[in-house]
């Protein structure tokens, strides 16, 4: 059975511009995590989705983070303007009951 | 506020030396604590779930407990292979929401 996979593995971009960052989580999986870790700090989670449905986004940081999940299936993260701040690893994770993780997409912003 | 506190920040054993990680937590109803396993460059690995004081769980050198207020992760004569980061996280039960909240994790290096 394939895991969690996420799109691309690396991304560099300047300040200002866009990225959008893609999960495609675990077949039959309802539930849909993002989660967060920048540089020496812990993994924080973003939002959850049940379905195509936003169950939690209380860890969404601010508006210039938008996440979508058509039809329930793979997830996007768009991230519009990026700041500096955003640089990090993103975590996508998929359960019916435990979370389990993609490999992650590690984002530089410059 | 959830809390998650993981001690040591890094450990370093020789092959063999048994040891325990810590995870102190803090949360308003407790719905699951999970420790999963990290290993550069790569997203964690899902190790093992607790929901109740008393309960444990064992597979291969690992074998993780759990208290009202911590968990322990022991490694019984460990490998070079279970270097990694180990990274404990609690799932609140209160607002019925899923998320987890996570550790800053423990560095474990075995050497041979």
């Known amino acids: 059975e394939a895991g969690v996979t996420q799109f691309p593995s690396h991304s560099v971009i300047e300040k200002g511009q866009t990225v959008t960052l893609r999960c495609d989580p675990i077949?039959?999986?309802?539930?849909l995590y993002w989660y967060r870790r920048v540089m020496g700090k812990e993994i924080k989670f973003l939002l959850h989705?049940?379905?195509?449905?936003?169950?939690?986004e209380s860890g969404m940081p601010n508006n210039r983070f938008l996440a979508e999940r058509t039809g329930g299936t793979y997830s996007t993260l768009k991230v519009q303007p990026a700041e500096l701040e955003d640089s990090g690893v993103y975590f996508c994770?998929?359960?019916?009951?435990?979370?389990?993780f993609g490999p992650g997409t590690r984002l530089l912003v410059l | 506020e959830d809390q998650v506190t993981q001690s040591p920040e890094a450990l370093r054993l020789q092959e063999g030396e048994s040891s325990s990680l810590n995870c102190s937590y803090t949360?308003?109803?407790?719905?699951?604590l999970f420790w999963y396993r990290q290993d550069p460059g790569k997203g964690p690995e899902f190790l093992f779930t607790?929901?109740?004081a008393g309960e444990e769980k064992e597979k291969e050198r690992l074998k993780a407990t759990l208290t009202k207020k911590e968990s322990f992760l022991h490694i019984t004569a460990p490998k070079p292979e279970d270097s990694a980061t180990y990274l404990c996280?609690?799932?609140?039960?209160?607002?019925?929401?899923?998320?987890?909240?996570f550790g800053t994790g423990t560095r474990l290096l075995v050497s041979p």
């Open positions: 994770a998929s359960s019916q009951e435990t979370q389990y």
């Open positions: 077949s039959g999986h309802d539930n």
């Open positions: 989705f049940v379905k195509e449905s936003k169950q939690d």
């Open positions: 949360v308003s109803g407790l719905r699951g």
């Open positions: 607790l929901y109740s």
């Open positions: 996280a609690v799932q609140a039960q209160d607002t019925g929401f899923q998320k987890l909240v």
